[in-house]
């Protein structure tokens, strides 16, 4: 759920969760909203866990400490299949918090890459249970204030750029692509 900073004021405008993540919405109205238990849109972490596997609350928990100190964020989540959910969460950090964030999953020994001025993060999680392959890919994306957090569990598409899109659209003047 949004929250403001201190002063209650974001500089940081975070997209509602149908323009959040254009692809996530459209393969979600696609496979019909009435086929699924749950309604996608704007979810609190004790109402996801609820919802989703294991598999994807772990990227979530793992850096709890980190979006703790978000002064704004929302997270959003789509039922995209009968198996396969997305949950993006948009948060505003400070320098600081970004850095300490992007320190550990280097230590994580998470895959990196820069798309202009966008640091990208990626893991595969890999579920436990061995009667289950559905794999879980999550990016992780910072950019200026911005920290992006995409976590695919068995959907069909690619999410990660439509996030990037969803931010950008609402503060066009974060990124600077090549």
């Known amino acids: 759920m949004e929250s403001g900073s201190e002063n209650g004021s974001s500089a940081v405008n975070l997209p509602e ?4 993540n254009a692809s996530a919405q459209q393969e979600h109205e696609d496979f019909g909203p009435d086929q699924f238990t749950y309604e996608a849109g704007e979810v609190e972490l004790p109402e996801l866990s609820e919802r989703v596997s294991t598999d994807t609350m772990e990227p979530l928990n ?3 400490p980190f979006y703790n100190k978000a002064s704004s964020s929302r997270i959003c989540f789509w039922p ?6 997305v949950v993006e969460n948009v948060s505003e950090v400070d320098a600081r918090v970004r850095d300490e964030a992007i320190d550990q999953m280097r230590k994580d020994e998470l895959a990196e890459s820069k798309l202009g001025n966008v640091t990208v993060f990626r893991e595969l999680v890999v579920p436990e249970d061995s009667k289950s392959d559905t794999k879980t890919h999550v990016y992780y994306m910072f950019v200026d204030d911005v920290w992006i957090t995409v976590i695919n569990h068995g959907g069909g598409g690619e999410y990660n750029f439509s996030a ?3 931010v950008v659209a609402a503060n066009p003047e974060l990124v600077q692509l090549p």
């Open 17 to 20: 969760c149908d323009a959040m």
């Open 62 to 64: 793992k850096y709890q």
């Open 80 to 85: 995209v299949n009968f198996e396969g959910h």
């Open 164 to 166: 990037l899109d969803g």
